[in-house]
């Protein structure tokens, strides 16, 4: 069964470097997402990324943060200056739609644990 | 803006018993989805069941159904038959339905821990 795959599962940073979180959506899904956990808290979105460019952002996506498509199929987060507080669980996501039968179901990755010292 | 609440912080089940996991959401809309995602130590993310807001009958998958309330705007969760397997952390999520828009995204509750004793 097709699946969402992310690297690195775990990164460890130091206090102002730049990372790059990588995500390989389902080869035929057409949007893709951002999604963020801190340890112990929700869930929260980041971004939505569809035909090559950001659909929607939430507050947390700040100037710190870009993604890119870069080919066919890499979906990347970068986080330029990386803070303590970005330390959380990173999660992927991708979703088909863009067919008759519209799907809302988003697949996840498995997250890249991201710890910044 | 949707808000999603799961008031039980944890729950604690005896192995073969049946469980049920509450959420409430808040939306003015009149078509949207909702979800139960579980998410084991991991922390995959793992869709358990989904719920199409138009259709009137529960969703189930399984040991795994829902008991959805449209009006009372209530989604929860019954697991049946509890296995070791099912402790985890479980997540409602609530998407409105706005065309084929990639800008919805998923607003979580803030989950319930679920504990299955043997």
């Known amino acids: 069964e097709p699946e969402v795959t992310q690297t690195p599962s775990h990164q460890v940073t130091q206090m102002g470097q730049e990372v790059i979180l990588r995500c390989v959506p389902i080869?035929?899904?057409?949007?893709f997402y951002w999604y963020r956990q801190i340890l112990g808290q929700k869930v929260e979105f980041l971004v939505s990324?569809?035909?090559?460019?950001?659909?929607?952002k939430s507050e947390i996506f700040d100037d710190q943060f870009s993604v890119e498509r870069p080919d066919g199929s890499n979906f990347t987060l970068k986080i330029r200056s990386t803070k303590l507080e970005d330390s959380a669980m990173y999660f992927c996501a991708s979703r088909e739609g863009a067919s008759f039968h519209y799907s809302y179901e988003q697949y996840f990755g498995p997250g890249t644990r991201l710890t910044v010292t | 803006a949707q808000t999603v609440t799961q008031s039980q912080p944890e729950m604690s089940v005896q192995e073969a018993e049946t469980v049920t996991l509450s959420c409430t959401y808040d939306t003015s809309e009149s078509d949207y989805y909702l979800f139960w995602y579980k998410q084991p130590p991991s922390r995959q993310m793992i869709l358990v069941i989904r719920?199409?807001?138009?259709?009137?009958q529960n969703a189930t998958e399984n040991r795994f159904s829902v008991n959805f309330q449209k009006a009372a705007k209530s989604f929860s969760l019954k697991i049946s038959d509890s296995q070791l397997g099912d402790a985890a952390m479980y997540f409602c999520a609530y998407i409105q339905e706005v065309g084929d828009q990639a800008g919805n995204m998923l607003t979580f509750g803030g989950g319930t821990r679920l504990m299955v004793k043997p």
């Open positions: 080869s035929n899904h057409l949007y």
């Open positions: 990324f569809y035909n090559n460019e950001i659909s929607e």
């Open positions: 719920q199409e807001a138009y259709k009137q």
